[in-house]
């Protein structure tokens, strides 16, 4: 009787991937690779610094976090940025998420490919592995890393995502 909560708790905090049968999906896992959030590929997505239990917004991805991604068509771009906060800004407010070249923007971002139809990952990626990688470089197979941003100060916390889908 003591083993069925228990064995029922294990199952809960193994939540698969999650699947779209349109775009795929992207997975994002924290720095001790516990699974984070996950996301339809496409659109965008805010991970605040202290989200609210009535807000829709993940926590931010502090050491880099991983990512995976499942389906995803080629040709497809990811953007992850580090943002920076407005002045005075709520903790669980979303930081602006763009990719500009604009040291009063964000800290830095890189900007992935797709180059596989469709793209699905076995292993996890480690975002803090690309800053080693030279531009334009391999990823995995079927993930490129074509361009990145670096304002010289640094910042290991992903606040955002941007997920643009192949035409």
Request: aromatic letters at 10%; proline letters at 8%.
């Amino acid at each position: 009787m003591i083993l069925f909560p228990l064995t029922g708790y294990a199952r809960e905090t193994q939540t698969p991937d999650i699947t779209s049968m349109d775009n795929g999906a992207i997975t994002f896992y924290f720095a001790d690779q516990n699974l984070q959030c996950g996301f339809p590929f496409g659109g965008s997505a805010n991970f605040v610094e202290a989200p609210r239990d009535d807000s829709d917004y993940c926590k931010e991805l502090k050491n880099g976090g991983y990512f995976k991604l499942n389906n995803v068509p080629s040709a497809s771009n990811i953007y992850l940025i580090s943002a920076r906060s407005s002045p005075g800004q709520s903790p669980s407010a979303p930081k602006n998420c763009t990719p500009a070249r604009n040291g009063t923007t964000n800290y830095g971002w890189w900007k992935l490919t797709t180059v596989k139809q469709p793209t699905s990952m076995t292993d996890k990626v480690r975002i803090e592995d690309l800053k080693t990688i030279s531009i334009p470089g391999m990823v995995v197979p079927g993930v490129r890393l074509v361009d990145s941003y670096k304002s010289g100060n640094d910042s290991d916390t992903i606040t955002c995502a941007i997920m643009e889908v192949s035409p």
